[in-house]
């Protein structure tokens, strides 16, 4: 792949000025610091996205977003890393001149350019045989405008119209310079065969006397089209769409989506239906989070595209019996990709686009509001309904709805959902998870792995996998809230459990480091807490001298050597900063939270970020407020000493456990000299800290 060159990236992110990016997107206010307004990825009415100039970093303390000016880019746009250095580019006209390309790998973006080019001449030629023939404006224009589609609805879609022609767009694009294979690979023009299925060099417009939809990427670039007649005949299919093509694939995209995807984030909600002219029907009417599978059953990957937007999608079924027993099969796919599903029914005969006609934009959003029930609920009560007064067919739903429970990830949502069913269905709720469990189980055995989706409902109480009893059993007690592992590596750095009930309230509940280890055979994480101080003074003050011609980033390398981080992430954020501080540059935040790794950007973007600023107020009350800006080497030798402690006090574990095993006297006599001379250490590394630590044998 192709790649920019790291001197343009970095010049493209030190000329991008995030608060301009952002501020394209929101209106941001100032408030001390830094700009704050509603985060543009979730619905919030009190401001939680923050936006560091200083810093060029961005984050949402609500949906938990952030990340540098490239990232606010690939999250708002929906793109991958290099279309978003290509698209701030664009934005402060910087050139673009990629690093060069092997002859394949030029050939192959050459091709895939080449197709997204001619489409592009495809749709445009498309749009002005709608707006500008005779043909296009009475019969296309007319079509849509009697569907109740308006001008403007019409340009954002770029919807078009193909004249009734054999090779229009053919002589076209061959009068514009365009080769014809690229018309033959995008499908806009078929190849002619005869009998025996051989080329007889005769080609014709795939698309002839129809109404164009443009098909967007993501990106906004055209992939393919929908097109549909407005002939009467009953041997024509209705709606022809292009093929499969290199830059086409139906798995991967959902209509409308390039429209729809910043409402689809700030509603919070992703309508989903069938057809294009649904799509235009209700978002003209308003509704512009709505997406089309276009007639095809649901992908994975078109879920996943939902996904990237939003958790939420609501399904507007049609009012036709058949149409709906067709389309759960795909819901439970939405179900499985860890979606909350809702459904909206119309009434028998409408669909979304019809119904929309009929009552109204303010009627058709009041409906789908009031009408929008949960897929579970909904697909219990028909399947009940139509099987009410066959028991055989009655024991068949159960199970179809037991395979969609199945399938939701949420444990909580299951037993809800199992509740639910034994309601509607007038089943004892424990026959109905005794049938579920081994629907799980068959299920498991099934996949790869031998391990199923969900979870297993145990017949004790407090089920491992479940996490809750069954129905029958008493409620158990609320569990306390455990300590963070920072609050934890509070406690037993600076002191007793005692202190930190005090501090975290009688709720809290803390577990010693050696019952947890032998709980799940991972420590606290107490050494990350303190890596993680180290690497952020680094990254966020290299080039501050603690002493005069000493930096922040020379004087914690100093102390602390070449490998001091455990933690794989950290170590390699460690490294490249030496590496840089080698080349005679100071570790920039700016420039590593635009890294193309994504684990480095969301690293170094939680080590920059903060909610809270010091108040003003504290100042002139004379209230004093250790600053690390003011006290660069306070702050260093702090983290340092609290680092190296930790370290002790883990050699001090190892001692103490071998201990605990059979041992000769010399061995015995060395590991009790090891523990008086690391617990000196201890209480010395305490004293420098100004600490007192209570810590037993």
Same mark, same amino acid.
């Given at each position: 792949?192709?790649?920019?060159?790291?001197?343009?990236?970095?010049?493209?992110?030190?000329?991008?000025?995030?608060? #301009?990016?952002?501020?394209?997107?929101?209106?941001?206010?100032?408030?001390?610091?830094?700009?704050?307004?509603?985060?543009?990825?979730?619905?919030?009415?009190?401001?939680?996205?923050?936006?560091?100039? +200083?810093?060029?970093?961005?984050?949402?303390?609500?949906?938990?977003?952030?990340?540098?000016?490239?990232?606010?880019?690939?999250?708002?746009? %929906?793109?991958?890393?290099?279309?978003?250095?290509?698209?701030?580019?664009?934005?402060?006209?910087?050139?673009?001149?990629?690093?060069?390309?092997?002859?394949?790998?030029?050939?192959?973006?050459?091709?895939?350019?080449?197709?997204?080019?001619? &489409?592009?001449?495809?749709? /445009?030629?498309?749009?002005?045989?709608?707006?500008?023939?005779?043909?296009?404006?009475?019969?296309?224009?007319?079509? *849509?405008?009697?569907?109740?589609?308006?001008?403007?609805?019409?340009? @954002?879609?770029?919807?078009?119209?193909?004249?009734?022609?054999?090779?229009?767009?053919?002589?076209?694009?061959?009068?514009?310079?365009?080769?014809?294979?690229?018309?033959?690979?995008?499908? *806009?023009?078929?190849?002619?065969?005869?009998?025996?299925?051989?080329?007889?060099?005769?080609?014709?417009?795939?698309?002839?006397?129809?109404?164009?939809?443009?098909?967007? /990427?993501?990106?906004?670039?055209?992939?393919?089209?929908?097109?549909? @007649?407005?002939?009467?005949?009953?041997?024509?299919?209705?709606?022809? /769409? &292009?093929?499969?093509?290199?830059?086409?694939?139906?798995?991967?995209?959902?209509?409308?989506?390039?429209?729809?995807?910043?409402?689809?984030?700030?509603?919070?909600?992703?309508?989903?239906?069938? %057809?294009?002219?649904?799509? $235009?029907? $209700?978002?003209?009417?308003?509704?512009?989070?709505?997406?089309?599978?276009?007639? @095809?059953?649901?992908?994975?990957?078109?879920?996943? $595209?939902?996904?990237?937007?939003?958790?939420?999608? @609501?399904?507007?079924?049609?009012?036709?019996?058949?149409?709906?027993?067709?389309?759960?099969?795909?819901?439970?796919?939405?179900?499985?990709?860890?979606?909350?599903?809702?459904?909206?029914?119309?009434?028998?005969?409408?669909?979304?686009?019809?119904?929309?006609?009929?009552?109204?934009?303010?009627?058709?959003?009041?409906?789908?509001?009031?009408?929008?029930?949960?897929?579970?609920?909904?697909?219990?009560?028909?399947?009940?309904?139509?099987?009410?007064?066959?028991?055989?067919?009655?024991?068949? +739903?159960?199970?179809?709805?037991?395979?969609?429970?199945?399938?939701?990830?949420? +444990?909580?949502?299951?037993?809800?959902?199992?509740?639910?069913? &034994?309601?509607?269905?007038?089943?004892?709720?424990?026959?109905?998870?005794? #049938?579920?469990?081994?629907?799980?189980?068959?299920?498991?055995?099934?996949?790869?792995?031998? &391990?199923?989706?969900?979870?297993?409902?145990?017949?004790?109480?407090?089920?491992?996998?479940?996490?809750?009893?069954?129905?029958?059993?008493?409620?158990?007690?609320?569990?306390?809230?455990?300590?963070?592992?920072?609050?934890?590596?509070?406690?037993?750095?600076?002191?007793?459990?005692? +202190?930190?009930?005090?501090?975290?309230?009688?709720?809290?509940?803390?577990?010693?480091?050696?019952?947890?280890?032998?709980?799940? =055979?991972?420590?606290?994480?107490?050494?990350?807490?303190?890596?993680?101080?180290?690497?952020?003074?680094?990254?966020?003050?290299?080039?501050?001298?603690?002493?005069?011609?000493?930096?922040?980033?020379?004087?914690?390398?100093?102390?602390?050597?070449?490998?001091?981080?455990?933690?794989?992430?950290?170590?390699?954020?460690?490294?490249?900063?030496?590496?840089?501080?080698?080349?005679?540059?100071?570790?920039?935040?700016?420039?590593?939270?635009?890294?193309?790794?994504?684990?480095?950007?969301?690293?170094?973007?939680?080590?920059?970020?903060?909610?809270?600023?010091?108040?003003?107020?504290?100042?002139?009350?004379?209230?004093?407020?250790?600053?690390?800006? =003011?006290?660069?080497?306070?702050?260093?030798? /702090?983290?340092?000493?609290?680092?190296?402690?930790?370290?002790?006090?883990?050699?001090?574990?190892?001692?103490?456990?071998?201990?605990?095993?059979?041992?000769?006297?010399?061995?015995?006599?060395?590991? *009790?000299?090891?523990?008086?001379?690391?617990? #000196?250490?201890?209480?010395?590394?305490?004293?420098?800290?100004?600490?007192?630590?209570?810590?037993?044998?």
């Amino acid at each position: 792949m192709a790649r920019i060159p790291k001197e343009l990236v970095d010049h493209i992110i030190q000329t991008a000025d995030i608060v #301009e990016v952002v501020g394209d997107f929101v209106q941001l206010k100032r408030k001390g610091q830094n700009l704050w307004a509603p985060c543009p990825f979730h619905n919030e009415k009190s401001p939680s996205f923050s936006v560091n100039p +200083a810093k060029s970093l961005y984050k949402c303390f609500g949906c938990g977003k952030a990340g540098g000016v490239v990232q606010f880019v690939m999250d708002v746009e %929906g793109t991958s890393y290099v279309e978003a250095l290509k698209y701030l580019a664009k934005k402060y006209a910087i050139e673009i001149q990629e690093e060069e390309k092997t002859p394949q790998q030029q050939l192959e973006q050459n091709e895939r350019d080449s197709q997204f080019i001619v &489409s592009d001449f495809a749709k /445009n030629h498309y749009h002005r045989l709608l707006l500008n023939s005779e043909e296009g404006m009475s019969i296309g224009y007319g079509y *849509l405008k009697e569907r109740g589609l308006n001008l403007s609805t019409i340009q @954002t879609f770029e919807l078009g119209y193909s004249l009734d022609a054999w090779d229009d767009l053919m002589k076209a694009a061959e009068a514009a310079g365009y080769d014809k294979k690229y018309l033959e690979k995008t499908g *806009l023009t078929v190849i002619r065969t005869d009998d025996q299925g051989k080329d007889t060099g005769r080609r014709y417009d795939r698309f002839r006397g129809r109404v164009m939809f443009p098909i967007h /990427n993501i990106s906004g670039r055209v992939v393919g089209f929908g097109a549909r @007649t407005l002939k009467r005949d009953d041997k024509m299919a209705k709606y022809l /769409n &292009s093929p499969e093509s290199e830059i086409y694939h139906k798995s991967d995209v959902l209509y409308g989506l390039f429209q729809a995807r910043q409402a689809i984030r700030t509603q919070e909600v992703c309508y989903l239906v069938e %057809g294009y002219l649904d799509v $235009l029907s $209700l978002y003209q009417g308003g509704i512009k989070n709505v997406v089309a599978s276009s007639g @095809t059953s649901l992908t994975e990957g078109q879920i996943r $595209l939902i996904k990237r937007y939003s958790d939420n999608v @609501t399904v507007l079924y049609d009012g036709d019996a058949a149409g709906i027993k067709a389309s759960l099969r795909g819901t439970d796919l939405l179900l499985e990709g860890g979606l909350n599903v809702r459904v909206v029914l119309f009434p028998d005969g409408d669909d979304p686009d019809s119904y929309i006609r009929k009552v109204g934009d303010q009627r058709f959003t009041e409906y789908i509001e009031t009408k929008s029930q949960d897929f579970i609920s909904f697909k219990t009560t028909l399947v009940a309904r139509e099987a009410s007064n066959d028991p055989v067919k009655k024991a068949e +739903a159960i199970r179809d709805v037991l395979h969609s429970i199945a399938k939701v990830p949420d +444990a909580i949502k299951r037993q809800v959902f199992l509740q639910q069913t &034994s309601a509607t269905f007038g089943i004892d709720e424990q026959v109905l998870i005794t #049938e579920y469990n081994k629907l799980v189980k068959t299920a498991s055995q099934k996949a790869p792995g031998g &391990s199923g989706n969900a979870g297993s409902y145990g017949q004790g109480a407090g089920s491992a996998n479940t996490g809750f009893p069954p129905s029958n059993n008493p409620r158990s007690a609320p569990a306390p809230r455990p300590m963070t592992d920072e609050e934890e590596a509070e406690m037993l750095m600076y002191g007793g459990h005692e +202190a930190t009930v005090e501090i975290l309230g009688a709720g809290a509940s803390f577990q010693p480091s050696a019952a947890k280890a032998a709980a799940d =055979d991972d420590t606290p994480d107490m050494l990350q807490v303190c890596e993680r101080e180290v690497l952020r003074l680094l990254v966020l003050y290299a080039g501050r001298e603690v002493e005069e011609e000493i930096s922040v980033a020379a004087y914690l390398m100093g102390q602390l050597g070449e490998n001091p981080l455990q933690k794989p992430l950290y170590a390699e954020m460690w490294e490249i900063c030496r590496q840089e501080l080698l080349a005679g540059r100071f570790p920039d935040a700016r420039l590593l939270a635009q890294n193309e790794r994504e684990d480095i950007r969301q690293l170094i973007t939680d080590l920059a970020t903060e909610r809270y600023e010091i108040s003003p107020n504290w100042r002139t009350k004379e209230i004093y407020v250790f600053n690390e800006v =003011d006290l660069p080497k306070l702050a260093c030798d /702090n983290a340092v000493l609290r680092l190296n402690k930790v370290h002790v006090q883990r050699e001090l574990d190892q001692c103490l456990e071998k201990l605990r095993h059979p041992l000769d006297d010399v061995e015995m006599f060395e590991i *009790l000299g090891d523990i008086k001379r690391l617990k #000196e250490l201890d209480n010395e590394l305490a004293g420098l800290l100004g600490t007192v630590v209570g810590r037993t044998a």
